[in-house]
C-alpha cells in the first residue's frame, strides 16, 4: 500500500504509467494508470539501448570498457555512452549487431511478447519482423518502430537488477495472494557476468548523466532515461522514459519504471524526477510508519 500511494503522489498531475515491481520476483507491487502501463505500447525512446547495450556485450560487438574510436579524434565505451545517452555508439553497435541477431536478443528479453501472468487487458506491444526503414541503428539508438509497454520494460529492467532472471510479472488482487506469491520464471537471460559494465552505465546517467534528477539520498537509483515523440494525423506528443531500480529501507529491491506522454516540457529527466520523488516519498512513508508502530507498541504510561 505504501508503494502505491508513494508512485500515485510522486506522479502528481503528470500523465502517464508509473510500475513498480519486487525485482525478486516479479510480483507487481503497483501499477499505477494501467490504461497507459498494459497498452499496446510506445516508442521506447533510449531506454531501449539497455537491451542492445546487453546484447552487444553477449555477442561480443563490444567488450566491457572497450572505448570504440570514431572518426576524428574522440572515442566512448558503453559505459560513458550508457550515462550521457550517446545515440552514435548505439547506432554503431545496432549495425554491427544486424538487425537478425538485435531481434533475437529483444524477443528473449521479452519485447513483443506479454511480460505479465495472466494480467487482464494486458497487450503484447510489437517487435517488427523487418529492419526500420532508417535502419536497424535507429531501432537501436531512439527505438523506431518498436512499441513497449511499461510493464514490458520494468520486467526487463528487474532482470538486470536481479542478475539475469526475467520472471514473469504476477499482479496479485488480494493480501492473501500477495503474502503466498512465489516468483514464476520466464527465463534466464545469458552473460549475467557482463552485467557490471551496465550496471555501471546505469548508476552513472543516476550519479552526473540524463536521469540525475532520481539521484536521491533514500535509495541508490541506476536508471535509464528516454525521450523522444510519437506521431499523429494530427500532432506529435512527447514521450519521457525512466526505466529504473533500487532498493528501500527495508532492502526490498524494486524496479520502477516510469512513463510520461505530454508536451514539451516532458522528457526522460522529467520521467527521472518522478522516481526521485518515489523514493523520497516512500521513504518518508516508511518512516512514519515505524514511528506509529513503536508509539503503539508502548505502555501507555
Avoid at 30 to 41: E, F, H, P, W
Wanted: net charge positive; proline share 4%; hydrophobic share 40%.
Amino acid at each position: 500500500m505504501l508503494v502505491r500511494t508513494a508512485a500515485v503522489k510522486a506522479l502528481g498531475k503528470l500523465n502517464g504509467a508509473v510500475v513498480a515491481l519486487d525485482a525478486r520476483n516479479g510480483r507487481a507491487l503497483t501499477i499505477v494508470n494501467q490504461k497507459l502501463a498494459l497498452s499496446d505500447g510506445y516508442i521506447p525512446c533510449s531506454t531501449i539501448k539497455l537491451a542492445v547495450g546487453w546484447a552487444a556485450l553477449n555477442e561480443g560487438v563490444i567488450a566491457p570498457q572497450e572505448k570504440v574510436r570514431f572518426p576524428g579524434p574522440w572515442h566512448m565505451s558503453m559505459t560513458e555512452a550508457l550515462a550521457i545517452s550517446n545515440n552514435v555508439l548505439f547506432d554503431h553497435l545496432g549495425e554491427r549487431l544486424g538487425f537478425a541477431r538485435f531481434r533475437e536478443w529483444a524477443k528473449r528479453f521479452g519485447f513483443g511478447e506479454k511480460a505479465g501472468a495472466d494480467i487482464p487487458g494486458e497487450q503484447p506491444g510489437v517487435f517488427p519482423e523487418t529492419e526500420h526503414e532508417l535502419g536497424v541503428g535507429r531501432m537501436t539508438s531512439f527505438g523506431e518502430g518498436i512499441r513497449a509497454t511499461p510493464l514490458q520494460m520494468a520486467a526487463f529492467t528487474a532482470a538486470i537488477a536481479n542478475g539475469g532472471m526475467l520472471y514473469y510479472v504476477q499482479h496479485p488482487a488480494t493480501q492473501e495472494e500477495a503474502r503466498t506469491i512465489r516468483g514464476r520464471i520466464k527465463r534466464k537471460l545469458p552473460g549475467r557476468r557482463l552485467l557490471p559494465d551496465m550496471l555501471t552505465g546505469m548508476r552513472e546517467a543516476v550519479r552526473r548523466g540524463t536521469g540525475r534528477n532520481a539521484n536521491v539520498r533514500e535509495a541508490k537509483v541506476y536508471g535509464k532515461t528516454g525521450t523522444c515523440s510519437e506521431y499523429t494525423e494530427k500532432a506529435g506528443t512527447r514521450l519521457g522514459w525512466f526505466t529504473s531500480y533500487g532498493s528501500t529501507s527495508d532492502g526490498r529491491l524494486l524496479a520502477v519504471t516510469v512513463m510520461l506522454r505530454g508536451g514539451g516540457s516532458i522528457s526522460g529527466a522529467t520521467a527521472s524526477t518522478v522516481v526521485g520523488r518515489f523514493y523520497q516519498e516512500l521513504n518518508r512513508l516508511q518512516v512514519s510508519q515505524a514511528r506509529q508502530e513503536v508509539s503503539a507498541g508502548g505502555d501507555g504510561s
